[in-house]
T-cell receptor
Framework: DAGVIQSPRHEVTEMGQEVTLRCKPI?????LFWYRQTMMRGLELLIY????????DSGMPEDRFSAKMPNASFSTLKIQPSEPRDSAVYFC?????????????FGPGTRLTVT | GENVEQHPSTLSVQEGDSAVIKCTYS??????FPWYKQELGKGPQLIID?????GEKKDQRIAVTLNKTAKHFSLHITETQPEDSAVYFC????????????FGQGTELSVKP
């Protein structure tokens, strides 16, 4: 398996622009997680889905952030409008059904820079 | 809310020495405790995990111990090698109940040849 796939790997945009990050989970996995990593706040969960349904979005910073999972093989995280403080590395992770394993598999991340 | 504290933030050892990283958690319902290794420019990768029904688990040079009463768990790396240099994160979750991971702040391990 190719693992969790994220695109783009790097994104540089200007303040006020819309940014869309993409994730393809490992085939057969039931859960998908979006994390953000910064020096100040470390690794923090933004939102996660079980079977394409959002379960916990309490980590989403504000209404400028939204996430969707239209099917089992694709998810997006959108920031509109973007701000410099959104600069971070965004990771997507997926997990199989908990009856099989609790392990979360992380993608390589998208490094976002908002100028 | 749920919180995971990790110490130390940086750790430097000589090749061949042992390294120990410690974490404490606040949510008594947590039952799954993974450790991740993150190399520069990459995503975190699981190196070992432990569930609450086990007190210790070992995999070659790495081991994890869990004390549920005290709500702390530790990572032990023996015979360290330069390729062990990375940032290590502990985490806690209610594994079977959704899987939300709460991460510690990370430990930057440097193994000097």
């Amino acid at each position: 398996d190719a693992g969790v796939i994220q695109s783009p790997r790097h994104e540089v945009t200007e303040m006020g622009q819309e940014v869309t990050l993409r994730c393809k989970p490992i085939s057969g996995h039931n859960s998908l997680f979006w994390y953000r990593q910064t020096m100040m706040r470390g690794l923090e969960l933004l939102i996660y889905f079980n079977n394409n349904v959002p379960i916990d979005d309490s980590g989403m910073p504000e209404d400028r952030f939204s996430a969707k999972m239209p099917n089992a093989s694709f998810s997006t995280l959108k920031i509109q409008p973007s701000e410099p403080r959104d600069s971070a590395v965004y990771f997507c992770a997926s997990r199989p059904h908990p009856d099989r394993s609790y392990e979360q598999y992380f993608g390589p991340g998208t490094r976002l820079t908002v100028t | 809310g749920e919180n995971v504290e990790q110490h130390p933030s940086t750790l430097s050892v000589q090749e061949g020495d042992s390294a120990v990283i410690k974490c404490t958690y606040s949510d008594s319902a947590s039952n799954y405790f993974p450790w991740y290794k993150q190399e520069l420019g990459k995503g975190p990768q699981l190196i070992i995990d432990i569930r609450s029904n086990v007190g210790e688990k070992k995999d070659q040079r790495i081991a994890v111990t869990l004390n549920k009463t005290a709500k702390h768990f530790s990572l032990h790396i023996t015979e360290t090698q330069p390729e062990d240099s990375a940032v290590y994160f502990c985490a806690a979750s209610r594994g079977s109940q959704g899987g939300k991971l709460i991460f510690g702040q990370g430990t930057e391990l440097s193994v000097k040849p």
